[in-house]
T-cell receptor
Framework: DQQVKQNSPSLSVQEGRISILNCDYTNSMFDYFLWYKKYPAEGPTFLIS?????DKNEDGRFTVFLNKSAKHLSLHIVPSQPGDSAVYFC????????????FGPGTSLSVIP | DAGITQSPRYKITETGRQVTLMCHQTWSHSYMFWYRQDLGHGLRLIYYSAAADITDKGEVPDGYVVSRSKTENFPLTLESATRSQTSVYFC????????????FGPGTRLTVL
């Protein structure tokens, strides 16, 4: 059973609009959450993270929201740009650096010019 | 300074053959990881290593062997390749200020015929 779920395999958004990528998790022990971005034929790259003590973290056009009671997080990209077209992986881990990171299946985002 | 490299980038082999995928890092990060990426599953952890000569199983270790005699190298061996091991394999390290942020290599696409 997947501990980290991304129920939308793909998402298509017009350039300039907001992209919202969703992620749900089942393990209440997860304490740290990350988003990675992956272009074809490249390895994933770290995008943004959030600790469970926060409910929002912002970095430029990217904002991650965390709702611990619902075990749900989302990544907002505003405004969306064609270069944002990629696969986005949600990931979660426990509170220590020894905890393994569990990745979701990914959402493929297409930003249409 | 390439950071983290993987070789080969592409490999085709036959069922039953032994295959070794190489991973090399120049950062001296303690932690190293091997993942496989399959459609619908995201990134699944095969093995990881906390330091030289310390390795441990991940989520899907069966059919794989790892070693880490030096901090910078973390080879992954498929002792007798099977078709189900056709996948894209990513090596990653962990270090830096964000303790759970991982740095990924470019990946190896392995096809087992």
């Amino acid at each position: 059973d997947q501990q980290v779920k991304q129920n939308s395999p793909s998402l298509s958004v017009q350039e300039g609009r907001i992209s919202i990528l969703n992620c749900d998790y089942t393990n209440s022990m997860f304490d740290y959450f990350l988003w990675y971005k992956k272009y074809p034929a490249e390895g994933p790259t770290f995008l943004i993270s959030i600790s469970s003590i926060k409910d929002k973290n912002e970095d430029g056009r990217f904002t991650v929201f965390l709702n611990k009671s619902a075990k749900h997080l989302s990544l907002h990209i505003v405004p969306s740009q064609p270069g944002d077209s990629a696969v986005y992986f949600c990931a979660a881990s426990g509170e220590t650096s020894y905890d393994k990171v569990i990745f979701g299946p990914g959402t493929s985002l297409s930003v249409i010019p | 300074d390439a950071g983290i490299t993987q070789s080969p980038r592409y490999k085709i082999t036959e069922t039953g053959r032994q295959v070794t995928l190489m991973c090399h890092q120049t950062w001296s990060h303690s932690y190293m990881f091997w993942y496989r990426q399959d459609l619908g599953h995201g990134l699944r952890l095969i093995y990881y290593s906390a330091a030289a000569d310390i390795t441990d199983k991940g989520e899907v270790p069966d059919g794989y062997v790892v070693s880490r005699s030096k901090t910078e190298n973390f080879p992954l061996t498929l002792e007798s390749a099977t078709r189900s091991q056709t996948s894209v394999y990513f090596c990653a390290t962990r270090g830096g200020s964000s303790y759970n942020e991982q740095f990924f290599g470019p990946g190896t696409r392995l096809t087992v015929l």
